[in-house]
């Protein structure tokens, strides 16, 4: 199985600040990676398809990049409605595996 | 508009059985793959099952192979889970979640979530 290893785990930024996430995969995933938004009591929501390609209606400010086995989730300018816990997935094999989470907050 | 509805939840006894069900409206239904993804309470996603978009291929995640049924009927738009041989760390949200034309895929769409508790 694809481990998929997303870091930190939690983080706290104030409004307007550039937030980053990593995520990475144990064997080389092309660009097969999906980044997940969950907010509190809801389902996940998919921002970002094949690494860098943002979703239908998904702001701007939410961005993607990376390929092989080392991923970057940016949001360039932390909103107070972006406070959501943000997984990675992989779609290169079966079974699909998702990263641990990043949950973040606003400072 | 995709719209993914799941139903069947419920408190069951540790060894006993629970049919989920999934119904799908807004796409060609049979030309997708379905999933089930589930979330313990407090912790991570955790994808269960899939099926290919004609019902003839499945996969499941090894937790719980030999347990859990997936299927599907493509005149009912309908996504199903029969969950055999429950136990306490079956517990958690199950979400129905659609993949694409072929697997493995991303999960572009997910239903809102049913809630399955295991406890004597």
């Known amino acids: 199985d694809i481990q998929m290893t997303q870091s930190p785990s939690s983080l706290s930024a104030s409004v307007g600040d550039r937030v980053t996430i990593t995520c990475q995969a144990s064997?080389?995933?092309?660009?097969?990676l999906n980044w997940y938004q969950q907010k509190p009591g809801k389902a996940p929501k998919l921002l970002i398809y094949d690494a860098s390609n943002l979703d239908r209606g998904v702001p701007t400010r939410f961005s993607g990049s990376g390929s092989g086995t080392d991923f970057t989730f940016t949001i360039s300018s932390l909103q107070p409605e972006d406070v959501a816990t943000y997984y990675c997935q992989q779609h290169h094999n079966l079974p699909l595996t998702f990263g641990g989470g990043t949950k973040v907050e606003i400072k | 508009e995709v719209q993914l509805l799941e139903s069947g939840g419920g408190l069951v006894q540790p060894g006993g059985s629970l049919r989920l069900s999934c119904v799908a409206s807004g796409f060609t239904f049979s030309s997708y793959a379905m999933n089930w993804v589930r979330q313990a309470a407090g912790k991570g996603l955790e994808w269960v099952s899939s099926i290919g978009g004609a019902g003839y291929s499945t996969h499941y995640g090894d937790s719980v192979k030999g347990r859990f049924t997936i299927s599907r009927d493509n005149q009912k738009n309908m996504l199903y889970l029969q969950m055999d041989s429950l136990r306490a760390e079956d517990t958690a949200v199950y979400y129905c979640a659609k993949g694409g034309i072929v697997e493995p895929t991303g999960l572009d769409y997910w239903g809102q979530g049913t809630l399955v508790a295991v406890s004597s």
């Open positions: 064997q080389d995933i092309t660009n097969y």
